[in-house]
């Protein structure tokens, strides 16, 4: 049975995302994007072996702490996406950070992902879905057997991702929901990068930002 923890991290209260096999204790960590130490304490208090951690897309509340994180657990798990268009995130998070006086570390992921293909997270084949509009290489991680997505930043209770960056794209961002989110089906439930979670049915009839 898949398990899973939510710690939010930084100011910003971003849904870092523990996931984990409840036989085998067996996980993956879902953007960790600082207070690193926190995140460890979790992982050790549930008793936890890490085998990979995901990133939804490249701001640094989600991934600011990917590298220390990776470097902290044994074996060091690989880092795995978002898509390369977020490279240039990745490779600027430490001047992200510092404009909010926070730190974090630049990072190259150990492989970047491409819509249609699949990850496992703890034991579970998720699939992988491009979402742009909230920054360019956005993913989103579906396991449909379980009825379950982590969105990151592109839908919430609620609202959507901010597209007010240079490089977002609302437009974009509302072609992916309603075009290959929505379709999934309304009982798709939904972690999500920050708040709670909810489900597609409830945000497909109440969520005001779809209704534009």
């Not at 995302?17 to 600082?34: K, N, Q, T, Y």
């Not at 991702?161 to 609302?170: E, M, S």
Request: net charge negative; with cysteine; proline share 7%.
């Amino acid at each position: 049975m898949l398990k899973a923890a939510i710690i939010p991290v930084t100011p910003f209260q971003q849904n870092c995302a523990l996931l984990w096999d409840e036989a085998s204790l067996r996980g993956s960590v879902i953007d960790p994007g600082g207070e690193v130490d926190r995140i460890l304490t979790a992982i050790g208090e549930l008793k936890l072996s890490i085998d990979s951690i995901l990133l939804t897309h490249g701001h640094m509340d989600h991934a600011g702490g990917a590298a220390e994180l990776k470097e902290a657990l044994p074996g060091t798990p690989p880092v795995i996406g978002p898509d390369r268009r977020d490279e240039f995130l990745l490779e600027g998070l430490e001047a992200q950070a510092a404009k909010y006086g926070m730190a974090a570390r630049n990072l190259v992921p150990d492989r970047w992902l491409t819509e249609g293909e699949s990850v496992a997270i703890a034991g579970e084949e998720f699939g992988v879905l491009h979402c742009p509009g909230h920054t360019p290489g956005h993913v989103v991680f579906v396991q449909l057997g379980l009825r379950l997505a982590l969105v990151g930043d592109v839908i919430f209770r609620g609202s959507v991702g901010r597209t007010d960056f240079p490089y977002g794209d609302h437009e974009a961002l509302l072609a992916a929901i309603h075009g290959k989110l929505l379709p999934l089906g309304d009982d798709i439930a939904f972690l999500c990068g920050h708040g709670p979670g909810s489900t597609l049915g409830h945000e497909r009839v109440r969520n005001p930002f779809l209704r534009e």
